[in-house]
Structures are given as structure tokens and as C-alpha cells.
Nanobody, 114 residues
Framework: QVQLVESGGGLVQAGGSLRLSCAAS????????MGWYRQAPGKQRELVAR???????DYVDSVKGRFTISRDSAKNTVSLQMTKLKPEDTAVYYC????????WGRGTQVTVSS
């Protein structure tokens, strides 16, 4: 079973930056669907950014221009660079990959203070 481990979360002031990483326990080079969701307290899990079919990534409108998703097939990682963070970005962030089934990491907390 492939395992995903997120890292890079933490507490940051509004306007700051964080970089989240998701390390997979196997090669992701052949996979074409992966990304990041987030879940804020009391809210449903929300898709933040994703790669689908090796096309250009897409993003939820609220993070466009601020977040950038990237992948490193050599390191088997999917990353999310987050800039100009806002308090409403506070959530637990989960990475996923689609490898016959959708696999999830355990999440990493991001807290943005005002």
C-alpha cells in the first residue's frame, strides 16, 4: 500500500508563506492525477489544487495567483507553495494521489493568524 506523508504545515501570520510537501512511498512518475484538498473546522473538504492528465494544474478560485502546485517525479513528491496567506486559508491540508484508488495522506495543519 502506497503511503503519503505531508509536511510543512505550521503557524504563520497573514501575508506569509508556507510550502507543503507530500512524499509518496513509491514512484509517482506514471501517475497523472494528484493534488491537495483542505478542510477547515465545520466545513466540507475542498479541492485546492490538482494535476489531471498531465495538463496544466488547476486551482480553486480563492487561491489562484497565490498557491502553486508542483510535482517532482524524481523525489516522488507533490508540493504546494502557498503565498500571501489569509486567515481563511486556515485548515488541515491533505494530499492525494489516484493510483487505481484514491489514496490520502493524514494531513498537515496550516494556521494563519490575522
Amino acid at each position: 500500500q502506497v503511503q503519503l506523508v505531508e509536511s510543512g504545515g505550521g503557524l504563520v501570520q497573514a501575508g506569509g508563506s508556507l510550502r507543503l510537501s507530500c512524499a509518496a512511498s513509491r514512484s509517482i512518475a506514471s501517475l497523472n492525477s494528484m493534488g491537495w484538498y483542505r478542510q477547515a473546522p465545520g466545513k466540507q473538504r475542498e479541492l485546492v489544487a490538482r494535476f489531471v492528465d498531465f495538463f496544466a494544474p488547476d486551482y480553486v478560485d480563492s487561491v489562484k495567483g497565490r498557491f502553486t502546485i508542483s510535482r517532482d517525479s524524481a523525489k516522488n513528491t507533490v508540493s504546494l507553495q502557498m503565498t500571501k496567506l489569509k486567515p481563511e486559508d486556515t485548515a488541515v491540508y491533505y494530499c492525494y494521489i489516484d493510483d487505481r484508488i484514491r489514496l490520502w495522506g493524514r494531513g498537515t495543519q496550516v494556521t494563519v493568524s490575522s
